[in-house]
């Protein structure tokens, strides 16, 4: 996952400063499409060149505990076909390299657009960043198009390469390197 530093709250700048991208919100325009065997999905309304900021993933932010938590409420809900979770989990690795920051996002009933990306075991066309602003103690979960991206795409990225619990939810990405499983883990 990268990570980019933009102006915030913290610097001298004002809001039209080249270097906050990611904070005025969404500047492209996206549809979200319902899917046959995935649920929604969100796709790209207009062309967007790679590098492009896409959008950011809003949710709740959680305690770890609290993440714990509802992760197990979700997972029973979600065999049930009751719930699609968002709940995303971001480990920070420290300059250091001897610890990292964890940070749980949970956009479940609380969120944006972004809660509707779906998972791509290829990797998808979207890379998600750690965006820190100047004077703000949590890093921001953006997306950025991994490469050009064409009208009407689907939007993905991984949800990472934790471990895959074989009684976990099926995966319908259709990429040719498919686990045939969402990556998930134990929170």
Request: hydrophobic share 35%; aromatic share 6%; charged share 25%.
């Amino acid at each position: 996952m990268g990570s980019l530093r933009e102006c915030g709250d913290g610097c001298a700048c004002g809001p039209s400063c080249g270097n906050r991208r990611t904070q005025c919100g969404v500047a492209v325009r996206l549809l979200v499409v319902r899917h046959l065997r995935k649920g929604w999905g969100l796709h790209a309304a207009e062309a967007l060149g790679r590098g492009q900021f896409v959008c950011e993933y809003a949710g709740e932010f959680l305690t770890t505990e609290e993440a714990r938590r509802r992760q197990r409420l979700y997972d029973e809900l979600a065999s049930g076909g009751k719930l699609s979770p968002a709940l995303i989990v971001i480990r920070e690795h420290l300059p250091s390299g001897k610890a990292c920051l964890r940070v749980n996002i949970d956009a479940t009933k609380v969120g944006n657009v972004a809660r509707f990306i779906n998972h791509s075991c290829d990797g998808g066309n979207l890379r998600p960043v750690l965006v820190r602003n100047s004077g703000s103690l949590l890093p921001r979960l953006c997306f950025f198009a991994a490469r050009d991206i064409v009208e009407g795409e689907e939007l993905t990225f991984s949800y990472g390469d934790a471990r895959v619990r074989p009684q976990g939810l099926p995966c319908f990405c259709g990429s040719l390197g498919c686990c045939g499983v969402l990556p998930s883990e134990e929170t």
